[in-house]
């Protein structure tokens, strides 16, 4: 699955939340400029981080399980707080 969000946040900041999250329940995979990819007995999670239109930052976060797995509650979650580091007047609602 794939899930994309767009964010005023810088593509390193991203990336940073990215390793804090992932990195405390998955392993790491791989680490490149734009990219970080996780890998677990959930399965593997990579987030790409790039400049888009400006100000805007895309990021993408995939994985390799089909929907509502566990990896891809993660990757929902992940998004999430990256909304919130964005918008601190965010109110995450979900149950992922």
């Known amino acids: ?16 939340l990215a390793t804090g999250f992932f990195g405390a329940r998955l392993g790491p995979l791989e680490e490149l400029p734009r990219r970080r990819k996780f890998s677990g007995a959930i399965g593997q999670v990579s987030v790409t981080a790039g400049a888009e239109g400006g100000h805007y930052t895309l ?9 509502e797995s566990e990896a891809d509650k993660l ?22």
């Open 75 to 96: 990757a929902k979650r992940f998004l999430t707080l990256v909304h919130t580091q964005a918008e601190p007047t965010h109110r995450p609602i979900g149950a992922y």
């Open 59 to 67: 990021v993408t976060v995939a994985t390799d399980q089909v929907g």
């Open 1 to 16: 699955m794939k899930y994309f969000h767009r964010t005023h946040l810088p593509p390193d900041a991203v990336l940073t």
